[in-house]
Structure formats: C-alpha cells, structure tokens
C-alpha cells in the first residue's frame, strides 16, 4: 500500500491517495486537482471516495472527480445533509458557499472492503458528529480527529468536546507504531501523540 499526501485549498486539508496494485481511494479530496495525472502514474482505477467528515475543506474537490469517474462517496450518515449545507459543512463562516452534488453512501462502523482494500471504519465524533477515522492497514486517517500534537476545535456546529475526549480515548488505544496521516499538517504515529500530544496526555 501506498500513501500520497496532497495538501489542498485554503486551508491545506490533506488529501490522501491510497494505492495498493492497481487501484486507488481518495480520502478528503479538498479542493480541485489535476487527479487524472496522478492516476495515469499507476495507472490506478479509481475504487471509491472516503470522507472523514463534511467541513468544506475536506469535501471540495468530490464533484470534480465524480464527474470523469463515477465510483461510491461514503461519509458517515449523519453528515450526508451536510455536503449540500454550507452552514452543516462549516462553509458560509469561511470561505465561499461550498455544495456537493454527488450522492453519498453512509459508512457503517466496523470493517468495509473496497477492492483489494481492507477498512476499518471508526466512528469518532467531536470535532463534528460523524467525524470518522479509517485504518487502512495499521495506518490510521484521522482526519481533523487528531493532529500531530494537537487535536481538532470543537466549537463548530455539532461539535463536542465531550465526545471528543471519548474518541481520543480510543484512539489511544490503538498500536502505538500505527502511523496516523491527519487531517492537516505531517503524519505521526499513535505513540509519538501519547508521548508528546497535551490533549491526550491530559485525558
Ligand atoms: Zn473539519
Ligand atoms: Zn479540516
């Protein structure tokens, strides 16, 4: 498996293309791309799109790529109403009103499989309800869960810190080698956050 990490829009969200042979997943594909290149590199078939959560910059690229490749988008089903919503997806308080079009599967928590790729889904809500991580092969995408040491705001609409700290107790309790590639900034791994993170040194 391999990981390429994009940074993408005003905001630098992270997006993710995961190969494994010949296929690929996109995780939060932010903004628009020249995507076509990327997948002639392989080439790679595009499977499917994952979205850890519907806040703007995660999720403005998708009508682009679902265009020219028509595979499943899957968000948790809280936040499906949200692409549509540019007061849901975080988008009328930042930046220009943000609509995704494309319809969307909800995730179910537990293990999906997309073509060769084994997903664990993992619900984790706090930085919005349906913020969800994937673990793709002892690799976790944490999305704006978990920053290398720090985590995201909670202030946002349907945010909690409550559960926020519940969710970052799981993940805790994940591998400590198991690398994590966040929603913004570089990757880490689960031990260097619990080492070194204030937010789950405080829990
Ligand atoms: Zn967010
Ligand atoms: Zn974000």
């Not at 293309?17 to 076509?36: Q, S």
């Not at 948790?76 to 997806?89: G, R, T, V, W, Y």
């Not at 978990?146 to 609409?157: A, K, M, N, V």
């Amino acid at each position: 498996m391999n990981v390429k990490t994009l940074p993408l829009g005003p905001v630098q969200a992270n997006c993710y293309i995961v190969t494994k042979e010949d296929r690929a997943i996109v995780i939060d594909p932010g903004d628009l791309f020249d995507f076509d290149s990327i997948l002639a590199q392989g080439p790679y078939t595009l499977e499917a799109i994952l979205l850890t959560h519907a806040h703007f910059d995660h999720i403005q690229g998708v009508d682009a790529i679902i265009r020219s490749h028509p595979v499943p988008v899957y968000i948790h089903p809280q936040e499906i109403a949200f692409l549509k919503d540019p007061s849901l997806n975080a988008s009328t308080s930042f930046y220009e009103m943000v609509s995704i079009q494309a319809p969307a599967l909800p995730l179910k928590q537990g293990k999906m499989k997309i073509a060769d790729f084994e997903i664990e889904v993992l619900f984790t809500p706090g930085h919005s309800c349906g913020s969800t991580c994937f673990i793709i092969e002892n690799t976790l995408f944490s999305g704006d869960t978990l920053f290398q040491y720090s985590i995201g705001r909670t202030d946002l609409p349907t945010g909690s810190l409550m559960e926020m700290k519940e969710s970052l107790i799981r993940l805790s309790s994940l591998d400590d080698q198991m690398v994590v590639y966040p929603g913004h900034g570089p990757k880490t791994t689960i031990g260097q956050e619990k080492r070194m993170n204030p937010y789950l040194l405080s829990l």
